[in-house]
């Protein structure tokens, strides 16, 4: 990548937020009756219903076959446990409100398409996006399995529940309703195709279709993204924001580093490692705005600490991970 990829990475992303966030604005002053909540979840509906599925299936198909794929989700699991660990060691002195809700924003990071996947993608290309797909899939079941029932505990003091959050993940995880596990079905399609080598279509017009509709779901995640946007509170936790960007751009950096410099690549590849090290800069997710609604804990604190960590990201970590990427993989040989 040079700067001129640099650039057009971010006019990619940051266009379409920009977009979203005026338009909602124009739209709200000049047309109050207008249902601006039914609009912003249309959009994530149309997304997750008709495109992500379909990309998941198409690039997990795609991949050549690897036993060792299968521990790029154990390395997500691995790298949202040590942000969990850091978080309460950083935040243990704050309100528990605001511990909760720091410790959440710690642990979850952008790993999935709206970050992850698309620098996977910018960086190493379709397989890299195939694999940043595999890597994802802990997620549900660390979110209902582990944080969620934690959070429960630590809110009620009681362990008596855990069974009842098994049963959720469960029930969630099942519920064909839910437009937002299609995602995840799209996952099970596509490694039962990954696992049983059926040959995928040679046709390149579907291949190209395919490469079109990646573009066209990041443009809608951002689109959103600026929509949902609410400018006047990003700057009401900016210490704390300090504290989650060291923890998030620095430090669990650093120790991923020095992790996968003692694994060797007959374990892990020099492509699976590069994934790795790609999602251990990831900023904050926006699950950790969602898990705060949930939970009652502070909405504006996880909103504030999202939005800071993706500019921030996007502005200056994403461009010296340009300039420095390639010492990165000399590192991880």
């Given at each position: ?7 057009s990475m971010?006019f990619?992303l940051?266009l ?10 124009v ?16 959009i994530?509906?149309f997304n997750?219903?008709?495109l992500?599925?379909l ?7 795609k991949?050549?076959f ?6 790029l ?5 691995i ?7 850091l ?14 809700t720091?410790?959440v924003?710690?642990?979850l990071?952008n790993?999935?398409?709206t ?6 993608y910018?960086?190493?290309?379709e ?25 429960h ?12 959050f ?18 995840i079905?799209?996952l ?22 395919m ?5 066209v ?9 600026g929509?949902?946007l ?7 936790y ?10 998030k ?11 996968l410099n003692?694994?060797?690549?007959s374990f ?5 490692k590069q ?13 950790s ?6 939970f009652?804990?502070?909405?504006d604190?996880?909103?504030?600490i999202?939005?800071?960590?993706t ?16 010492e990165f993989?000399?590192l991880?040989?």
């Open positions: 990548m040079n700067i001129k990829d640099i650039i971010q990619l940051l379409p937020l920009g977009i979203g966030y005026l338009l909602k604005r739209i709200s002053l000049q047309m109050q009756t207008v249902n601006l909540d039914r609009i912003s979840k249309g994530l509906k997750l219903i008709f992500e599925p990309i998941v299936v198409w690039f997990i198909w991949l050549h690897s036993i060792n794929t299968f521990f989700p154990f390395s997500g699991l790298l949202v446990v040590i942000g969990f660990f978080g309460m060691l950083f935040f243990r002195k704050y309100s528990k409100r605001n511990f909760l720091l410790v924003i710690s642990s990071a790993h999935g398409y970050m992850g996947g698309v620098m996977s910018f960086f190493l290309g397989e890299g996006l195939s694999k940043s797909l595999i890597f994802i899939s802990y997620f549900y079941f660390y979110l209902y399995g582990f944080l969620f029932p934690w959070i505990i630590q809110k009620e003091k009681t362990a008596q529940n855990y069974e009842n098994v049963n959720i993940f469960i029930s969630h995880l099942f519920d064909f309703k839910d437009y937002r596990n299609y995602p079905y799209g099970f399609v596509g490694l039962a195709l990954f696992l049983m080598q059926i040959p995928i279509p040679k046709v390149d017009i579907l291949d190209f279709f490469k079109f509709i990646v573009y779901s990041i443009v809608l995640y951002y689109f959103h993204l929509w949902v609410v400018v006047r509170k990003m700057f009401l900016f210490k704390e924001f300090l504290w989650v960007g060291f923890i751009f620095l430090l669990l950096p650093v120790l991923v580093l020095g992790i003692f694994i060797p690549s892990l590849s020099s492509l699976d994934i790795i090290v790609m999602m251990s800069f990831m900023p904050s997710a926006v699950y705005i969602i898990t705060s609604s949930l009652s804990l502070n909405r604190l996880s909103s504030s999202f939005v800071l960590t500019l921030f990201f996007l502005f200056l970590v994403f461009p010296l991970l340009v300039l420095f990427w390639e993989v000399l991880l040989r």
